[in-house]
C-alpha cells in the first residue's frame, strides 16, 4: 500500500516563502527518484523540480535558485523550499515517485493528490 502525501501549501504573498513537504508510507523514498509537478487552471502538468541518486537536485529554470529540493531520509519525505514566491508560481503541486527523473509524466509510479499553493496580494 504505497502511497504519497503532500502537504504545506496555502496562501503566500509574492515575494514569500512556502515549505512543501511530500511524505511517503509503505515504501522508502531513498530507494526513487521524488519529482514535482504543479499544475494551474487549464494548463498541463508540469514537471519543474527532481531529486535521485543519479542526477542528485534538478530545476527549470523558472525555479532555479528560488526552489530547492532535499530529502529527510530519517522522516521518508522529500521536500520543497519556495522562496521569493510570484504570481505565476499559483498551482496545484503534486509529488511523484518513480525510477528516474523525467519530464514524462505517465513514467512516474505513485502521485500524492496535490496541494493547493496561492501567491496573491
Known amino acids: 500500500q504505497a502511497q504519497l502525501a503532500e502537504s504545506g501549501g496555502g496562501l503566500v504573498q509574492p515575494g514569500g516563502s512556502l515549505r512543501l513537504s511530500c511524505a511517503a508510507s509503505g515504501f522508502s523514498l531513498d530507494y526513487y527518484a521524488i519529482g514535482w509537478f504543479r499544475q494551474a487552471p487549464g494548463k498541463e502538468r508540469e514537471g519543474f523540480s527532481c531529486i535521485s541518486d543519479r542526477d542528485g537536485a534538478i530545476y527549470v529554470d523558472s525555479v532555479k535558485d528560488r526552489f530547492t529540493i532535499g530529502r529527510d531520509n530519517a522522516k521518508n519525505l522529500v521536500y520543497l523550499q519556495m522562496n521569493r514566491l510570484k504570481s505565476e508560481d499559483t498551482a496545484l503541486y503534486y509529488c511523484?515517485?518513480?525510477?528516474?527523473?523525467?519530464?514524462?509524466?505517465?513514467?512516474?509510479?505513485?502521485w500524492g493528490q496535490g496541494t493547493q499553493v496561492t501567491v496573491s496580494s
Open positions: 511523484a515517485a518513480g525510477a528516474l527523473c523525467t519530464t514524462d509524466t505517465t513514467s512516474w509510479h505513485y
